[in-house]
């Protein structure tokens, strides 16, 4: 069974040019997650969707960020104009509730340099 | 203060070698805690949750402790396969689903 799938793996853009992370869930799973990671802060959580709706965007660092689920197989997260602080590992995640533990499952990530 | 504190190492410990890893989070109402595993380079993975009778899984043990806000995780035995981060992992008040996680603690197990 396919486990989470992003897309691309790596990316190298230039300062200002838009970025857009891609993700396709767990079959069957109610909720995505996207979560950053960065040395210096850690493994932070940028925004959960429910059913595709956005259900928490505090993490989302500012307006140049956003972030869509169109259907319950696909989500994007978008940078523009993108910046050299948004180097990072994107992950997504994927989950099905099963009360107060629900293991989040990870894709591989998408390593992001911004120069 | 962090949400969610660990030691970072690393821990340099010998094959055999019993390893206890520690972590404080400052949210009382918190109810649901886990460690997860991050290799060099890869995703998060699910280690163990952690209930608060204590659970073991095989050489690994967990143990909370309410009162205290403090969770830990045993190792017994390591193995060199053992040598990863260890992320400790808390619930927010903001619900089950909203996690919070620590910034690691380094072990590397060595022959």
């Known amino acids: 069974d396919a486990g989470v799938i992003q897309s691309p793996r790596h990316e190298v853009t230039e300062m200002g040019q838009e970025v857009t992370l891609r993700c396709k869930p767990i079959?069957?799973?109610?909720?995505l997650f996207w979560y950053r990671q960065t040395m210096m802060r850690g493994l932070e959580l940028l925004i959960y969707?429910?059913?595709?709706?956005?259900?928490?965007d505090s993490g989302m660092p500012e307006d140049r960020f956003s972030a869509k689920m169109p259907n319950a197989s696909f989500s994007t997260l978008k940078i523009q104009p993108s910046e050299p602080r948004d180097s990072a590992v994107y992950f997504c995640?994927?989950?099905?509730?099963?009360?107060?533990?629900?293991?989040?499952?990870f894709g591989p990530g998408t390593r992001l340099t911004v120069l | 203060r962090k949400e969610v504190e660990q030691d970072p190492g690393p821990f340099n410990v010998p094959e055999g070698a019993t390893v206890a890893f520690n972590c404080t989070y400052s949210n009382s109402a918190s109810q649901s805690f886990f460690w997860y595993r991050q290799d060099c380079r890869k995703e998060p993975k699910l280690l163990m949750s952690v209930y608060s009778s204590g659970n073991e899984d095989g050489r690994f043990t967990a143990q909370l402790n309410r009162a205290s806000q403090y969770i830990s995780l045993l190792i017994r035995d390591s193995k060199l396969s053992d040598s990863a981060t260890y992320l400790c992992v808390v619930n927010t008040a903001g619900g089950y689903n909203k996690l919070i996680f620590g910034a690691g603690t380094r072990l590397a197990v060595h022959p």
């Open positions: 969707f429910n059913n595709n709706v956005p259900i928490d």
């Open positions: 995640a994927s989950s099905f509730p099963q009360g107060a533990y629900n293991e989040q499952f």
């Open positions: 079959s069957g799973h109610d909720y």
